[in-house]
């Protein structure tokens, strides 16, 4: 239990500041840094699992992001039927050409030594295959993107629950780990990391302008979420009774009965509101613990242990008769498959996806600095790291804009520096995080929580 203290205080601390929010802000705020701060942690452990494990370097947490959020769109939205009929057959032939270029490549590197002449043959199919996809996907998109585009203009998806997406969001994410590793895993720790990140700018370039697969920069709204409605709770009457219930000290000294029935409808909306980000909250929760398990077990078996070997000294590893480039794929493909959870899950928390949010600076760089500040190697510090910087992420404006009414109250309200202050205070954020970094790579270098090495 010693061994624990540490992060038992760590995740104490935050706990209390979720609830500090609570009280001062409003439990819809908290909850939504909780919601958020759990997706985080799923990400962080994807990262955690491909750099604290085996030393990866992988800027391309965004693409596998946006794949799991493409996903929940596939599974969940609604087939247009219309767009079917105006080009869906041609689309699954395209898909049937590309799987069969791809394996006719395998075929002929398998057969044909290497040569000229097996050059050209690879050439020629792939050529030959892009233009015949040209000559059937250019009208078909067309004629999908053109079926009332201001609210479909896609194929739209299966019509299944939205919970199926995050396992679908994790084979999407791991499909194109496999590819990108098979390609980039060679390469040197720096120029990997520029690779994966240019690779996942691909990705969010396709999706962003392939209007037919998810309706591109014009977003997917309305998916369905596996938790009720705000609008259905509050026309729901044992939801109705319940807060009622809860509330019926408040409700007693409001003698008037209209203005009570007021109170009531308001404290109705906002319950509505907190018991939705609860359930999110239990999902998400779940999620990481079976996550955590899973992570925890597999860091501290043979695997784990082998892991960090070749994490620490490939060459040695790779001398022992390991197989490091295997090992490597595996690793990657692995971690991020957990972070297209966490895309699939994002979108889930938001019901709409947005292809023109995902930007680096969001869904990769904050990662690594969550990884880099809770600790890598530690699946517990790795957590606590996406509690730890989202919350400063969104929490640095309000603070700071208290910080900034607090010692400028003196001031008249026209005054030009508290003007300018107070119009700045969003981008405190940025600040914040480049001194939490700073602090932490001076103080505790190897994170707040550092990996420690359990000899069995």
Not at 128 to 147: N, Y
Not at 253 to 262: A, F, K, P
Not at 347 to 356: E, I, K, R, S, Y
Request: proline share 3%.
């Amino acid at each position: 239990m010693r061994q624990y203290a540490n992060v038992i205080s760590a995740y104490a601390i935050m706990i209390i500041l979720i609830i500090l929010v609570g009280v001062f802000q409003s439990w819809n705020v908290a909850l939504t840094i909780l919601n958020f701060c759990l997706i985080s942690a799923v990400m962080t452990m994807g990262a955690n699992i491909q750099w604290g494990y085996a030393g990866l370097i992988n800027f391309g947490i965004m693409g596998y992001t946006a794949l799991g959020g493409l996903a929940a769109v596939l599974v969940s939205a609604a087939p247009v039927s219309e767009a079917w009929a105006a080009g869906g057959i041609q689309m699954i032939v395209c898909a049937g050409i590309i799987v069969g270029i791809v394996f006719s490549v395998r075929y002929v590197l398998k057969k044909i030594e290497k040569s000229k002449k097996r050059n050209y043959i690879i050439a020629g199919i792939i050529i030959i295959g892009l233009i015949v996809l040209r000559l059937i996907a250019g009208p078909a998109t067309e004629h999908i993107e053109a079926v009332n585009p201001a609210k479909t203009g896609f194929l739209g998806g299966l019509g299944m629950p939205i919970l199926f997406s995050w396992i679908v969001g994790a084979f999407f994410a791991g499909g194109l780990a496999y590819i990108v590793g098979k390609v980039a895993l060679g390469l040197r720790a720096d120029y990997l990391a520029i690779a994966t990140l240019l690779i996942s700018e691909i990705v969010i370039a396709v999706i962003k302008h392939e209007d037919w697969l998810s309706r591109g920069v014009k977003n997917v709204i309305g998916l369905k979420r596996p938790v009720p409605y705000e609008v259905d709770l509050q026309n729901t009457p044992w939801f109705v009774d319940l807060v009622e219930k809860f509330h019926s000290g408040k409700l007693k000294m409001i003698n008037s009965i209209t203005e009570r029935q007021d109170v009531l409808n308001q404290l109705v909306i906002d319950a509505s509101s907190v018991y939705v980000k609860l359930c999110l909250a239990g999902l998400f929760l779940i999620v990481v613990f079976i996550l955590l398990i899973i992570t925890q077990k597999a860091l501290y078996s043979p695997w784990g242990r082998m892991m960090r070997a070749i994490r620490d000294n490939d060459e040695a590893a790779n001398a022992m008769g390991k197989n490091v480039v295997k090992e490597h794929l595996l690793i990657f493909i692995l971690g991020s498959a957990v972070v297209g959870i966490a895309g699939a899950m994002m979108v889930t928390h938001d019901g709409l996806f947005t292809p023109g949010s995902y930007r680096p600076m969001r869904y990769t760089f904050l990662i690594w600095v969550m990884v880099i500040v809770g600790g890598s190697g530690n699946n517990f510090g790795a957590i606590l790291g996406g509690f730890v910087v989202w919350f400063l992420w969104i929490e640095s404006a309000p603070m700071a804009l208290f910080l900034i009414n607090f010692f400028t109250s003196h001031l008249p309200e026209t005054n030009a520096i508290k003007m300018h202050l107070i119009n700045t205070a969003p981008y405190f954020r940025f600040l914040t995080m480049g001194i939490a970094l700073l602090l932490i790579m001076r103080y505790r270098p190897r994170g707040i929580l550092p990996e420690k090495i359990i000899k069995q």
